[in-house]
């Protein structure tokens, strides 16, 4: 039996006033839900996994609750990069599907210019990328990322060089690229590390584009180390430390982005959030320690979710 899946736009985002009547915040929260939509090919749409009933726990070997996985790897839980891999998420960043697109009609994105992906994920930037006539070259470290990216790419007809390796570490010569894109993948390694990486394999006057989160306060320790627990990433920057290591790393013009003619952040529908090319691995995501990860994740958002924000860090190679 197939299954493919899609997220359901978080709801959040739209606010319903007392007459009835439909308004939306003027930024999106940094997160949306990743609530999933099984569409079983034989019996149609259902909600929830097939054989699992809403609220029903998946109980542990031992009957005991499931253990909570963490960002370092423990007694075989799978680590948070494992389990984005397995929901096979095609927008897994601040601002979904609908930011990256709302950001990319802004930039001046033109036929041939050579685009990296770093971090590709499950390839849905990269398509996109295609779509819009660039040479893109995709690299991921993870190889059951790659895997469903070419799937994509296969049923969509883009053609993409995905690369298997380490941003950190790039694979390939000096000034080979007009624009670097990363989309939530730079927080997880130090960001001084991987922009002088972007800035080496950028051309003279080449760009780089950086969706990542960002703390709002500076000092927020019980932040960072349930970041750590969950996501296994160092301390996030604030706006300001994400715009400081650009600059340490030689970029000029460096900023973030704002939507060129004013225009508020453009809020991602449910049918635009939807991707028909997310492949889950069921097997792995209906495991406990996913369902305990997303109970601790979602217990994150509600805890601090307020004291983070996103942006759209740019700059210039000189
Ligand atoms: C949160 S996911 C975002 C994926 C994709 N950009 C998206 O928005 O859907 C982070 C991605 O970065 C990749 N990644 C993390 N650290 C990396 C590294 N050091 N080198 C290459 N890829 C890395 C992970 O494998 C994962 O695909």
């Known amino acids: 039996m197939q299954y493919c899946a899609y997220r359901l736009a978080d709801i959040r985002t739209a606010r319903f006033r007392s007459d009835g009547v439909k308004s939306f915040q003027k930024r999106p929260p940094p997160f949306r839900s990743t609530s999933?939509?099984?569409i079983d090919t034989e019996r149609g749409l259902t909600r929830y996994p097939p054989g699992r009933a809403r609220n029903q726990r998946t109980p542990g070997r031992s009957g005991r609750p499931p253990r909570i996985c963490c960002g370092r790897k423990e007694s075989g839980a799978m680590e948070y990069h494992e389990i984005i891999a397995a929901t096979g998420a095609g927008a897994a960043h601040p601002g979904g599907f609908?930011?990256?697109l709302d950001f990319l009609a802004d930039a001046e994105v033109s036929p041939g210019q050579r685009v990296l992906e770093v971090g590709c994920g499950t390839g849905r930037t990269s398509c996109a990328l295609a779509a819009m006539g660039c040479a893109v070259t995709a690299v991921d470290r993870s190889e059951a990322m790659l895997e469903k990216a070419k799937r994509r790419a296969a049923l969509l007809g883009a053609t993409i060089d995905f690369v298997q390796g380490d941003l950190r570490a790039l694979p390939f010569e000096a000034a080979s690229f007009d624009i670097v894109f990363a989309e939530s993948v730079t927080a997880f390694a130090p960001p001084a590390e991987a922009y002088r990486e972007y800035a080496r394999v950028l051309r003279s006057g080449g760009r780089v584009w950086?969706?990542?989160?960002?703390?709002?306060?500076?000092?927020?320790?019980?932040?960072?180390?349930?970041?750590?627990?969950?996501?296994?990433?160092?301390p996030l920057p604030?706006?300001?430390?994400w715009l400081e290591s650009l600059k340490a790393a030689g970029f000029v013009r460096v900023g973030v982005w704002t939507p060129r003619d004013g225009r508020p952040f453009v809020v991602g529908s449910a049918e635009l959030e939807a991707d028909p090319l997310q492949f889950?691995?069921?097997?792995?995501?209906?495991?406990?320690?996913?369902?305990?990860?997303?109970?601790?994740?979602?217990a994150f958002l509600r805890r601090f979710g307020e004291a983070l924000s996103y942006g759209v860090f740019i700059g210039e190679n000189p």
């Open 36 to 38: 999933l939509m099984y």
């Open 98 to 100: 609908g930011g990256t």
């Open 210 to 234: 950086d969706r990542e989160l960002y703390k709002i306060e500076a000092d927020a320790p019980e932040l960072d180390a349930e970041m750590y627990a969950l996501y296994g990433s160092a």
């Open 238 to 241: 604030t706006k300001s430390g």
């Open 280 to 298: 889950i691995d069921l097997d792995r995501v209906l495991r406990p320690d996913v369902a305990a990860f997303t109970a601790r994740n979602a």
